[in-house]
């Protein structure tokens, strides 16, 4: 008995590792959307064995980062403007909804630490890249997460994780580093201390519908599909 537990603690602990990593993967566009992922491939690039590669994968289909193909294999998510603009109105109203929700139940501890997310991701954004996305994300699911709906709050997340796949492919694009960004995270947090939802909301509303004009303006450009 207690070498099968080992054992299935090993097993779980493999198959959250080759998650995570091929999670990574195709969020950063190095498996490109809609590229077949083959078994034997990813267990040779992730130096691991079958069974963790082939539940992480059914795993990144719950997360809809991985599709099917006629139930024999799996390729990693397509994607397509129309995909886009569903993630961002869906973010919009979701997390309006979460925040509002958060700040009337607003309390020195969720104060704090929304500061202290903002502090963390404002140095990451300094200097590294990786960092600040891990920061980033941080930050905005503290905005979140004192509303008491965590249901509401893992779908906000799941929406987050798509909607960066499309920033990464436009990452570089001419006119991004044309706004503040982080005025405008300042300016969500100023909200939310003041203990404002109808500043705090409208605040995240624009943050999200800025990103989403760019990217929407960078997948026009290149005909439909943005650059990697």
């Not at 493999?14 to 969020?27: Q, S």
């Not at 079958?50 to 024999?72: F, G, H, K, N």
């Amino acid at each position: 008995m207690n070498v099968m537990k080992a054992t299935d603690g090993k097993e779980t602990s493999a198959t959250r590792e080759c998650y995570l990593r091929l999670r990574d993967l195709i969020l950063t566009g190095e498996l490109p959307p809609g590229q077949k992922l083959k078994i034997e491939e990813l267990r040779s690039l992730l130096n691991t064995g079958a069974s963790p590669v082939r539940e992480a994968l059914s795993l990144l289909t719950s997360d809809m980062l991985v599709e099917r193909i006629d139930q024999r294999g799996f390729r990693a998510a397509p994607v397509s403007k129309a995909n886009f603009k569903e993630i961002l109105m869906l973010r919009c109203t979701l997390e309006g909804m979460a925040l509002r929700a958060s700040v009337a139940n607003a309390d020195t501890t969720w104060e704090e630490n929304l500061v202290l997310r903002h502090h963390h991701m404002s140095r990451a954004g300094k200097t590294n890249p990786v960092a600040f996305e891990v920061a980033h994300k941080a930050f905005h699911m503290a905005l979140l997460c004192n509303a008491g709906l965590p249901m509401l709050e893992r779908y906000c997340s799941q929406l987050y994780d798509l909607n960066i796949r499309y920033r990464y492919r436009a990452a570089g694009g001419a006119g991004y580093g044309e706004r503040s960004i982080q005025a405008e995270h300042q300016a969500i947090l100023d909200a939310c201390l003041d203990r404002d939802a109808v500043a705090a909301e409208a605040a995240l509303v624009d943050h999200y519908r800025r990103t989403g004009q760019y990217l929407s303006r960078q997948m026009d450009d290149r005909s439909g599909s943005v650059r990697q």
